[in-house]
């Protein structure tokens, strides 16, 4: 997608962390915004700073969970800039702990945010950008977490896997039906968002998203790495580049996540067990 100039990128999780970030990289390229988050203070302030910055823009409230919001969502998109080019779906979540410890309102949120969320972006706009004719790219969310797990946290892994797959599917459709719609799935490692502090939007009937010792333990082992994790901005300018070149799969960690995915890939091909979590 060569020309982004004058058209319009649709971002959910878009007040904070890559959604911000990536919003800022496209606005500086000359596209129209429309930044989509759950959190009120955080969007207001988000769409006055791109605002400021000389960007057309408008922030809308979207609970991504909810088809209906996302379906409001594309059609004040569209009624505001007359289409929607480029559909970032980032909003995530996480919940810690056991398998069987992990309430199942917890399981339900992160799939909902994580995997549901990315279905309905997908589903509400796929038909929109083909309906175009012009071309069109989704960039959707995912994490290393979608090519490699691991323990205490398997509701984000699950919700990841899903994405990848999705996204995967996706690609092949756009083939298949000969559509000028790209396809991108990000996977970054560690990145300084607050991912770890997701709770902050957990819903009330969720009573918590981080159960037992082992859950705490583990959530500080991912705020620590948030925090010594890779810039927003370095990975708003990689998924920019991969707009621009159709690339499908986005690895800001370089080396570090493809040694990752290759230990797994050997493990599966050698029959072996999977490789322990955290293993360089």
């Not at 969007?43 to 400021?52: K, N, P, R, V």
Request: overall charge negative.
């Amino acid at each position: 997608m060569d020309e982004l100039s004058g058209r319009t990128a649709f971002i959910t999780g878009g007040a904070s962390g890559i959604g911000l970030a990536t919003a800022h990289a496209l606005g500086a390229q000359g596209m129209n915004l429309v930044i989509a988050d759950i959190e009120d203070g955080a969007l207001g302030t988000a769409e006055a700073d791109l605002a400021a910055a000389g960007y057309p823009v408008m922030g809308m409230r979207c609970d991504v969970r909810k088809v209906a919001d996302l379906e409001a969502a594309a059609k004040a998109t569209v009624d505001r800039f007359a289409g929607v080019h480029i559909v970032f779906n980032n909003a995530g979540v996480v919940a810690t702990g056991r398998v069987e410890d992990i309430s199942t309102e917890a399981w339900e949120w992160v799939m909902d945010v994580n995997l549901w969320g990315v279905i309905h972006g997908c589903r509400v706009f796929l038909p929109i950008l083909k309906s175009q004719g012009a071309p069109g790219h989704f960039v959707n969310t995912a994490s290393m977490a979608g090519l490699s797990s691991g323990p205490l946290m398997s509701p984000y892994f699950v919700s990841k896997f899903g994405v990848v797959a999705l996204s995967e599917g996706m690609w092949h459709e756009a083939r298949i039906d000969n559509v000028r719609i790209g396809v991108s799935v990000l996977c970054p490692g560690f990145v300084r968002t607050r991912i770890h502090e997701a709770d902050r939007n957990r819903p009330e009937e969720v009573a918590s998203a981080t159960t037992g010792d082992a859950g705490q333990q583990f959530m500080a082992l991912l705020s620590a790495g948030v925090e010594a994790g890779r810039e927003v901005g370095e990975v708003a300018a990689l998924v920019v580049e991969s707009i621009r070149t159709n690339r499908f799969w986005i690895l800001p960690h370089g080396s570090e996540s493809y040694a990752a995915v290759q230990r797994r890939a050997n493990a599966i091909i050698d029959g072996a067990a999977p490789p322990q979590f955290g293993n360089s």
